[in-house]
């Protein structure tokens, strides 16, 4: 790392970050213990793949006793970049200073890990330490928003179950219990998902979000259709896939119209195949296909000019198309970089080119995705580090930019551009 | 950049190019006007992607109020390449000071460049300068051609009319009206584009062209099919998506058939998808998708093998297929960054595996695709850029090639395989 | 090259390299001539898609002829990666000085490597000098395996005629002749796959191969309806796609499933598309579609969780679904870099997201896919800096991983992850 990098870098630590898509859960938002840090799928999902057997970690067995089989399979991964993250938060957030967790050291970081946990307000320290200003939450569309700390978390409103989900007797149920709507037509789910944007906005909420399958379509909806399958649906009738299809498409569009009414993006994580591997550990059995494309995407940008849709893409093959449609699309804008495209090669790749051909006030540098808090500090470190470099090298080395305008890039990716984008 | 790049660059900035490929108006080929460089789709469709109403330049508008609307939006987009180009172009071409383009200082920018304009020859001083020995155009099928400064430029038939709107009366009444032939079968437009490839040739024209669609597959022709089909079209019926396939197949082989006749190269610009946001700007309305292969393409390339196919893809992609082609068919010819594809991140990637697997003799490094003169400086040099650093970090320093090896390669990419290939 | 990656290379010079997969021929292991080593496909195709008519090189012909052609067309080339192959086992393995092959110094090379093909156990010296212990054949299932030198080269049996040509007599009397077995039945075909497995292993192979097409998709085997396709083809009927199709299906099950039963691992090669151009020169003729996606392997990945599956892909865009498969699947081993992918450019992407996410103990880092064992020291050698230069710069520069880490990496991926895997 040269001087220059160095330099942009130091700069860089010390914008407070905006991190606009978790799971923390906002009762529980920071490790308990060491199981916590070691439970993330991310650990658990590649001592799996290198080799331990799924029910060595039962969350039935001893929590001691799983923590000490994880730490044994540690070394097989520490090649990994998650296993960096790992611990670069044990370093910089519990003070551990060796620098591999063996099976004779773990039990004292987890014993500071679980006095940490103890301290008032701990979560708050955390995000503090890691200049994140504020976490966005995933929420469940009947989750009691009341108690979450406002002072450091934003509400998101999560519409999988929504779009996917609506021939499920129980689902349906839940929403009449959160929202007093029996929802049995296209009217109904329409004002059940009004009523349910008005409690999320009403708690601070400031995007929906939705993961969707490669495959999937957004094409105009067919009310009708949509109705007829709801219809069928209440009466205990299972749906074919051709209903299924019509209303996912039906409620999917519902969503982009209330974003639209109640002026929120929306947060559209593009590629996710569930359950490929139901051998897997919990958190570890989905996967991805490069098929699909966002061309199919096209006619949903075009019918809803005035809400901003936030893509992240799974798929490495989307990366192109995602930055040329944002490129092209006002209301597309790239955001962060999700889950199996979330390492170096890859965000580096993708940064720089969406660096140089989209327009800076539009990119959403970057979010955590985490279940624990922790995570955030080594997960933005990383990506600071790779928009150091990639600034440095391509921006300022290649006089396209000044150090100056490098740095304020820089804010826009990690703060100012998803709170104006978000209004947070 | 070290030494050794520095070193590379200099020669080849040295050498002088030819562009094989631009949209040059031979009538009108330099800027008039700072309107004419703001106006180039990239700014103007950024500017949009930015947040501006696309009406905010509406051509009915003044020029100068056009002008400064695009300055004031020129900020939120002084990340991207193509910015750099409009800046390089400002320095190196009209001596242009200042390191930004602002409300205060635009209108000196703006004189110098309508000053420039009256110079007599101002398009050669420019590619002069720019070190471009020739530039293509890219010419409708009916263009006059007569007054064409051959001296610098050379004509280029584009086909995409004759090969996906011949269902269309009033471009059948446009190739009558240039032949003299009223195409009603499949002799008369085989006809009809033998002349138009004659009157092209007489011209000084060196290749013929076409952008098409992902989806488009060269299928072997069905003339009966496309012959029956230009009948019903003369007879005013509407195609099918069927009849109007299989016409296009049939022209689109009819043109490689007579550029195998009149041995020319056919230039072929696979992957875009126009309008796909028509509320957008003049220009910044198409996109790609990522469907479609090159295996749709291995039949064409083996029913003519004695055509050269010069290559350009806009999904990246299609970029692996591209090379691993060249690689094995002979007349396939990478050609150039095209469009979407050339920004920095996709050339050096591209270019760095190409070298790296498609002998040297048959890529063709570079085109403009240009709209006036001026941005051949700025997008060559870029390239030019590239190439050195390309050329020092993977072949001159790891010792696969030495510098003088390397800069013929930079000759021949730059120079020498247009030359040879288009016969210039 | 700094310090730090130079003395990371010089180690990983040192690691005695297990090479997975080649297509050397046991009986006739070495070049006998420059003529062996010119005849290489690489050199042949590249020379042929620059310019050479196919037939200059006609085996009828003169050696030496041969040889006069290919060598007046290798300056064409020069810039390509197999051609530093040749110059790199020209130098290190017959101490050839001058860096370029000329009409006028070809033959001293040429008796230099006269030379040295009659030296006792030549094989032997090549290999001891790249630095590689075993090396992997890519046997027919008829051939004899009684004359291989096991020492350093370990039999595999391939497999792709018995899973897409059974529908042919000829291949199918190639089976009764070596197994005994007239296969007729779903149950006769079964017995013959055993039979071959137990040759293959008691003559020490140590897996099954294959090469597949990009649109391959391994779903569960249909029995009764591929015993009916094949007792369609026993009374000399033509077989139907589909009826071919459910019988390459289910063959290509029985292959997995006897993997299972020995305990071997199956390495998939996914991706190639067969005499694409049939025009080209011997082994020039295939190539690659995008197409496809490793979904369509997750049921097979499934099925089999106790079968190690290593996996190379052709295409370049299978390259990140490569990766997260195996993330996340215990049985996914990500497999070398496989022809068309196996250029630096691509080699050193995959090769940092691989190490970025997948534990370093699934890697197998590199084979040589050779065709005589000279090409072994220069590809071998070009993964190695490519590795050195990836490890230095993204992971001990980096600070992910101490120098000493760097190196157990390098040592896993080049040697002790395939002696674990494939048991030698």
């Known amino acids: 790392m040269n001087e220059l990098e160095t330099r942009l870098l130091d700069e860089i630590l010390g914008i407070r970050a905006i991190d606009c898509h978790s799971h ?16 993330y799928h991310y650990y658990t999902e590649l001592a799996h793949s290198a080799g331990m057997p799924a029910d060595a970690i039962d969350p039935r067995k001893a929590e001691g006793d799983r923590i000490a089989e994880m730490v044994t399979r540690l070394d097989a991964l520490n090649n990994t970049i998650q296993y960096s993250w790992l611990m670069e938060a044990a370093r910089e957030l519990f003070a551990f200073r060796a620098d591999r967790l063996t099976s004779s050291n773990w039990p004292e970081l987890a014993q500071v890990i679980a006095e940490a946990a103890r301290q008032d307000g701990r979560y708050r320290t955390v995000l503090a330490k890691s200049n994140i200003e504020k976490v966005f939450l995933t929420n469940r569309f009947d989750e009691d928003l009341a108690g ?34 029996e929802v049995g037509s296209a009217d109904g789910l329409r004002d ?17 979000a939705i993961s969707l399958p490669p495959d999937f379509s957004p094409e105009p909806p067919d009310e009708a259709a949509a ?66 494309s966002m061309i199919d995407y096209a006619d949903l940008f075009r019918r809803y000019p005035e809400v901003d ?3 992240s893409v799974l798929s490495m093959t989307w990366a192109h198309e995602l930055a040329t449609f944002a490129w092209i699309f006002p209301n597309v804008k790239p955001s962060g970089h999700w889950w199996y495209a ?18 800076k006030v539009k990119l959403i540098g970057y979010y955590s995705d985490m279940y ?7 997960k933005f470190n990383m990506y600071r ?40």
């Open 24 to 39: 923390v859960p906002p009762e529980s938002p920071h490790a308990q213990s060491l199981g916590d840090l070691l439970g």
């Open 148 to 181: 979450v700390d406002r002072s450091v978390f934003v509400p998101c409103l999560r519409t999988d179950d929504l779009v996917f989900h609506l021939g499920d007797a129980a689902l349906r149920h839940r929403i009449a219990v959160k929202t007093g709507i």
């Open 192 to 208: 059940a998902v009004r009523g349910l944007f008005r409690y999320f906005v009403q708690h601070g909420a400031a995007s929906a």
């Open 227 to 292: 109705g007829k399958a709801l219809a069928r649906a209440v009466k205990g009738k299972e749906l074919s896939a051709e209903e299924a299809g019509a209303l996912s498409v039906f409620a999917f569009d519902l969503v982009a119209s209330t974003c639209r009414q109640f002026h929120k993006p929306f947060q559209l994580m593009i590629g996710v195949i569930r359950n490929v591997y139901p051998a897997g550990v919990h958190g570890g059995r989905d996967l991805l296909s490069k098929r699909g």
């Open 309 to 311: 849709f936030t893509v």
């Open 342 to 359: 979330n390492i170096p090669a890859h965000i580096e790749h993708d940064l720089r080119a969406r660096l140089e051909a989209v327009p």
């Open 372 to 378: 624990k808090v922790e995570f955030g500090l080594p």
């Open 385 to 424: 580090r790779i928009l150091a470099r990639v600034l440095a090298r391509e921006f300022v080395e290649t006089g396209r930019l000044r150090e100056q305008q490098a740095l304020e890039v820089a804010r826009l990716l990690l703060r100012d551009n998803p709170k104006r984008i978000f209004g947070v």
